[in-house]
């Protein structure tokens, strides 16, 4: 591999001198005054992340949020105005009634209500999501994880000059949250001329511990293990959980004298190859040339039509198209496997023929260990590492889980509900219902019908699901929900690997000639509009766990084909005897 000295980390506009947009002092003390008067925004997570990474020089040289020049051309060339190249879009949206009330300045606030930043207002623009999604993450398939949640987003951009006042407070592992400048000094102190970093947002196994450290060897340098510690992809590891499996190997099993683990509170796109050029940046920043690239990389699955949305080796090929400017080598991830024969890790195409070769699959360590309380094996992972997971992910029977059922009103969901609410009952299961004629009624009282109120009723839902499963309780959720992108959004607050979606497909005929109300008639004669499956589109899902029909089967026979699914799955013992949790 060719070498790149210390000098190309000074070469701008990636590596050299790093934005700054944190005010001290006098200056500060005068913003925290004057926000008291200013009206407010209450920023997202994802706004928070973006935030933190432009205020300490990450996403150098951006140095806001994009105005509208900026986000066109990135968009359209993944450049800025002026030329730099910059993959993805940065921006902070609000919806347009509270644009109506801001001034010429607004204080920006965490969730909590703790002030961030104050910003000029110096533009705002509208936007297209759908042409967003295209352009910026190829796609408008709602099972991409950035579509279905800009279904939250406001319709308005604003842009302007940024001050921030307060960096977001972390407690947690506060000795590894290191900004681009440290990470830089503790590198430049280790004295080598090459740095490759390893981006992360997984547990570490053997095999990651192996392709690390033969980067480093390969570049003859430092390596910088730099998890991402922000919004990932739904159904991660959470980063307490990996943070403490990293700061575990690093310390036992990596060379002191030429590592270093920091944290990085990126929220991530899931945006494949042009995410990968926002890695490369951010790398670049923190005096990174070098960066691992893996296969698929920042990729969020499989499309619809269950392709991937990207294909495996786009973003190698993308970054690699863009490594003069970025002044960065790539080095591809391997896919490495293990010969239990010699005790050693080789590449996968250079197993020898007829040699054993042994690896698991993420969905595996799920599936196979994890969800059965199996300890997985040494020659995959490092005691540390299945300790910790073990731990913090018990077996499935003894965790909570949510059903939700979705299907036109009348296809049967409540009333499968009610039996399999008894049937796990008498398995010993603690089971919430959260029907949603009953939730409406209570929870979402005022709300209308319009797209926005059904969106905000079913993210409701979602949430008080998502709290109920947390704590490892059960619980049922039967609405409508007709629409994919928010269907997901509820399944990303519940958890990916907790949610079972119950898909129940009654014709809309035979729906109607079970409606007492008769609803479908009055909406088939047009006296009232927006019924869903008439005038207001059903969304059916795409690859639901469990889809159920009603001509012909009982409620009792559909709710033992849910129960028989959670045994599969490991969320029931199948022994009834023994299926206490």
Known sequence: MAEMTKKANLIPPYGGKLVNLVVTGKERDELVEKATHLPSIKISARNLCDLELLANGSFSPLDRFMGHKDYERVLEEMRLVDGTMFPLPITLTIDKDAYESLGAEVALRDAHNNLVAVM????????????????????????????????????????????????????????????????????????????????????????????????????????????????????????????????????????????????????????????????????????????????????????????????????????????????????????????????????????PAGVKSMDISGTQVRDDYLAKGKLLPEWFTRPETAKILRQMYPPRHNMGFCIWFTGLSGAGKTATAEVLTTLLLERGKQVTQLDGDVVRTHLSKGLGFTKEDRDTNILRIGFVASEIVRHAGVVICAAISPYIAIRNEARKMVGTDQFIEVFVDTPIDVCASRDIKGLYAKAFRGEIKGFTGVDDPYEKPVNPEITLGTVGVTPEENARIIIKHLEEKGYLLSDVTAGVA
């Open 120 to 351: 000029k207002v110096e533009e705002a623009f509208p936007y297209d999501k759908d042409r967003e999604a295209r352009l910026a993450y190829g796609s408008n398939d709602a099972l991409h994880p950035m579509v279905s949640e800009m279904v939250r987003w406001g319709n308005l951009c604003i842009s302007g000059e940024l001050k921030v006042v307060n960096m977001p407070t972390y407690y947690d592992f506060k000795e590894l949250r290191r900004t681009p400048a440290e990470v830089r000094a503790m590198l430049e102190e280790m004295g080598n001329d090459n740095v490759v970093a390893f981006q992360t947002r997984n547990p570490l196994h053997r095999i990651h511990e192996e392709l690390t450290k033969r980067a480093a060897a390969e570049v003859g340098g430092s390596l910088l293990i730099h998890p991402v510690v922000g919004l990932t992809k739904p159904g991660d590891v959470d980063h307490f959980t990996r943070v403490r499996i990293y700061k575990a190997l690093v310390e036992k099993y990596y060379e002191q004298d030429s590592t270093v683990l920091s944290l990085l509170p990126l929220a991530m796109r899931m945006a494949g190859p042009r995410e990968a050029l926002l890695h490369g940046i951010i790398r670049r920043n923190h005096g990174v040339n070098h960066f691992i690239i893996g296969r698929d990389h920042a990729g969020p699955g499989k499309d619809s039509t269950g392709k991937p949305f990207y294909g495996p080796y786009d973003a190698q090929e993308l970054f690699d198209s863009f490594a003069g400017e970025l002044q960065m080598k790539s080095v591809p991830f391997q896919a490495l496997v293990y010969l239990p024969d010699t005790n050693e890790y080789v590449e996968v195409d250079k197993v």
